[in-house]
């Protein structure tokens, strides 16, 4: 067996294929293309501390305690991973990018990576969605003379002092990137598709649990999946409510061009701007499925509890509505329960 990444989803994969009685390198090996353990975690910006994190669940059988909220959240939880990885000798292989996964001979998958080639009788894929940041196109964007950078190259609010920055995007990433810029930057401009949905109350239990159903539904039907934040709107706390009072947060349609010097609406109303942060979000980075033809029309792939549909040797974790710390530990355990079955299945009598 092989398992794809090593962030949240895979580290449980792994955790849990040891407990069901699968030995690493023996029956199975945990492949990751980032230089370092982590996940998609030890890329985040320095100001994203621990104590900012939403809520962050343990990996399985072992706890992250003790650790300062005020240390970025990069180095908490790489640190907090290296640990765990050790404690259960997961031995993940790293830097391992896998390229492509296809049919192979007498029912077994090909797992190519630039350090050869597997062959599994099944893949957890725990790949996440940092590798794939979503860019929209605009026209005019190739013309303009600032900087344009995503999310995933954030580097922390300091960056933009003195400059005029336009945020997209109105999921969780764009309210913050803007309630730290703003003291620093000359002026800010918010942007979004929709008009953002503020939501009173906390992120509770029930929330969370209404928020992965919808997700659950978009992928049963071979959608491609939406963030949790696109179905359960922002959560007003006190940063967004003072963000809001003091105009920091003050939305506004998006714009319909891009040009040398800023943004443009069609009406002809116009933002002079030396930065444009794309905080517009990431996709499942899956490329690497592409050759066993897994996607469904709708543009996304069918899965039942966490197997693909179209073939049940490929579990996703970490897709869809398990993207998250705590639907990756659930669905790593799901997964590996099937894994198990799938293999110890008595063939049937023809
Ligand atoms: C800014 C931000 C903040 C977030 N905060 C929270 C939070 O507070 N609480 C929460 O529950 N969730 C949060 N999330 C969601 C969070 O990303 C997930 O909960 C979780 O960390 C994802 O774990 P993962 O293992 O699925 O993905 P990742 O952590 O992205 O791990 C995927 C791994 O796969 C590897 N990989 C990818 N492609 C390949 C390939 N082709 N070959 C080899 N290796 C590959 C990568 O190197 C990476 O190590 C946040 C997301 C973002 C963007």
Known sequence: MVVIGAGQAGLAGAYHLRRTGFEPERDFVVLDHAPAPGGAWQFRWPSLTYGKVHGMHALPGMELTG???ARPSSEVVAEYF????RRFDLRVRRPVDVTAVRE???GR??????????SARAVINATGTWDRPFWPRYPGQETFRGRQLHTARY???EAFAGLRVVVVGGGASGTQHLLEIAPYAAGTTWVTRRPPVFREGPFDEGVGRAAVA???ERVRQGLPPKSVVSVTGLSLNDAIRQGLADGVLHRLPMFDRITPDGVEWA????????VILWATGFRAAIDHLAPLR??????GIRIEGTRAVADPRIHLVGYGPSASTIGANRAARAAVRDIKRLLTEEPVAA
């Open 109 to 118: 998958l090909l797992v190519e990576t630039s350090d050869g080639t597997w």
């Open 267 to 274: 009406d002809g109303r116009r933002v002079d701007a030396d």
């Open 104 to 106: 192979g001979a007498g």
């Open 67 to 69: 650790a300062d909220p």
């Open 294 to 299: 897994l996607r469904e029309p709708g543009g």
């Open 82 to 85: 290296d640990a765990y990885e």
């Open 155 to 157: 580097p922390g609010p």
């Open 214 to 216: 919808l997700v659950e």
